[in-house]
């Protein structure tokens, strides 16, 4: 199995087993961003905390780690990260990986679109591509997380306009705080998918947990199954289940719209708001359909 065979978008199935031999990979790199995040989480575990800090707080350390560092890492360098950190699952930095693979991604893409802009003012005149075109070219990249054991929490964290794809599962916090680009989750999803997110495009093929869209501010979320609970909180954007809706939907929802295809246990939001169950507003709010 090599890497490129995981990475063919035309790939559909690759089984766990297939992932753990592939054997063409950068393991230099690997060592390398491991390291610099080992020496962060040894830092981190020595200072004082509440659980409210918890990946969140070496987000921020990863990333500045990330700047001081002169490492040079690529997409494909992330999805080789991603792919080889089940030879880590005994280690307790794993449980930080998701906030690990966020870092990277944000910094890459900041890096990257940084570096065009400058570019592009630098040549204006020599290059002929249109602004439309540049607009265009977003980076791309590719987690692999159908291979692990556990769960990764916080993968799309504060996405700013990367086009993100997950071969997998995913754990709690999915995109959230999303600021633009895409979080396509090819599995399923636990908890506070898209919470507090501004802008941007979720999908996720399978179920998902509890607190859908919980505070969400913009964007979209699609979901092509089912949830415990979506829109709690929501002050804008949109949401889409495709499946049912075990618990309730729109719960103390300030604004947006959510549509509800298959049956819903109870709807909570306010009469006046944008809340549709199979094509049809729902006026009243505690109303239970299915």
């Given amino acids: 199995m090599k890497l490129n065979d995981i990475i063919d978008e035309n790939y559909e199935h690759v089984s766990p087993e297939e992932i753990k031999q592939v054997n063409n990979i950068n393991q230099g790199v690997v060592s390398d961003l491991l390291a610099i995040f080992q020496s962060e989480y040894e830092k981190d575990a020595q200072i004082p905390k509440n659980y409210t800090r918890l990946d969140l707080s070496l987000y921020s350390q990863f ?14 360098d992330i999805t080789t990260f991603s792919v080889c950190l089940h030879e ?3 280690m307790p930095i794993l449980e930080k990986a998701g906030a690990m693979l966020s870092a990277l991604i944000n910094y890459h893409y900041k890096k990257t679109k940084t570096e065009e802009r400058v570019e592009k003012r630098e040549g204006e005149g020599e290059q002929k591509r249109k602004e439309e075109e540049w607009e265009k070219e977003e980076e791309k990249y590719l987690l692999v997380t159908s291979h692990l054991e556990k769960r990764l929490d916080y ?6 306009g990367a086009h993100i794809r997950i071969r997998g599962d995913v754990g709690d916090g999915a995109g959230a705080q999303m600021k633009n680009g895409s979080l396509i989750i090819e599995g399923s999803a636990k908890s506070f998918l898209g919470s507090s997110m501004r802008d941007g495009f979720i999908e996720v093929f399978q179920n998902a947990e509890d607190m859908i869209g919980y505070h969400m501010h913009g964007g979209e979320i699609d979901l092509h199954k089912n949830a415990m609970s979506v829109g709690t909180g929501m002050y804008d954007g949109y949401i889409i289940v495709r499946g049912d809706i075990s618990r309730s939907a729109g719960t103390e929802m300030e604004g947006g719209r959510i549509d509800i295809l298959g049956s819903c246990h109870s709807f909570n939001h306010p009469p006046e708001m944008e809340v549709y169950h199979q094509g049809k507003k729902v006026e009243s709010s505690l109303k239970k359909i299915k």
Avoid: C
Avoid at 68 to 75: D, V
Avoid at 155 to 160: M, R, T
């Fill in 155 to 160: 993968l799309g964290w504060k996405n700013d």
């Fill in 63 to 76: 990333s500045n780690a990330l700047e001081q560092a002169t490492l040079i890492y690529t997409p494909e």
């Fill in 88 to 90: 880590f699952e005994t």
